[in-house]
T-cell receptor, first 114, second 118 residues
Framework: DTAVSQTPKYLVTQMGNDKSIKCEQNLGHDTMYWYKQDSKKFLKIMFSYNNKELIINETVPNRFSPKSPDKAHLNLHINSLELGDSAVYFC?????????????FGPGTRLTVL | AQTVTQSQPEMSVQEAETVTLSCTYDTSESDYYLFWYKQPPSRQMILVIRQEAYKQQNATENRFSVNFQKAAKSFSLKISDSQLGDAAMYFCAYRSPYSGGGADGLTFGKGTHLIIQP
């Protein structure tokens, strides 16, 4: 059973398009996250979200927006895609308040913008 | 803001030998959590080991152990009896304690690429 899943695993698209990446977790966690891993493998938090609060990393362009239809899902919408958006995007989840607040990661989505 | 530094972009070790990956961090908090994640070519992020700052005892998970030096803000990872399957990118990560309002994400170092020589 996959704990955190993402679709699609690969996404190739043209500059200027709008796309979404879906994330689902079946761990019953209350908090979900999006991370971006750039071409140099650097991982950076983009958003964290639970039913109380959305925390946005200030460096994230407003073309990126998370949407949570329910506690088990946090989708990432990207408008007007740019070449620099090419990266691997990871979804993660955790149960806040539990010791360590360990984050479980999805398999990643490689986005290529042409 | 916290920062995490991994000063070794790449390390190489002979199979069955021991290797230590370094990590330092900067924080003004007294309590926090530290993690080492492994990312093999499959790109899946795998938690290797974790440490709570208020625990003085170094964490150990089988062949993986840490040397946590709180005063020096150092959190190195030691891999004993290196195996070919240990070849991967290794990331050190920091997390603030849950403060009730929201959930902070992890702050990662830039990673160390570990090569295992057969």
């Amino acid at each position: 059973d996959t704990a955190v899943s993402q679709t699609p695993k690969y996404l190739v698209t043209q500059m200027g398009n709008d796309k979404s990446i879906k994330c689902e977790q079946n761990l019953g966690h209350d908090t979900m996250y999006w991370y971006k891993q750039d071409s140099k493998k650097f991982l950076k938090i983009m958003f964290s979200y639970n039913n109380k609060e959305l925390i946005i990393n200030e460096t994230v362009p407003n073309r990126f927006s998370p949407k949570s239809p329910d506690k088990a899902h946090l989708n990432l919408h990207i408008n007007s895609l740019e070449l620099g958006d090419s990266a691997v995007y990871f979804c993660a989840s955790s149960q806040v308040g539990v010791s360590y607040n360990e984050q479980f990661f999805g398999p990643g989505t490689r986005l290529t913008v042409l | 803001a916290q920062t995490v530094t991994q000063s070794q972009p790449e390390m190489s070790v002979q199979e069955a030998e021991t290797v230590t990956l370094s990590c330092t961090y900067d924080t003004s908090e007294s309590d926090y959590y530290l993690f080492w994640y492994k990312q093999p070519p499959s790109r899946q992020m795998i938690l290797v080991i974790r440490q709570e700052a208020y625990k003085q005892q170094n964490a150990t998970e089988n062949r993986f152990s840490v040397n946590f030096q709180k005063a020096a803000k150092s959190f190195s990872l030691k891999i004993s009896d290196s195996q070919l399957g240990d070849a991967a990118m290794y990331f050190c990560a920091y997390r603030s304690p849950y403060s009730g309002g929201g959930a902070d994400g992890l702050t990662f170092g830039k990673g160390t690429h570990l090569i295992i020589q057969p």
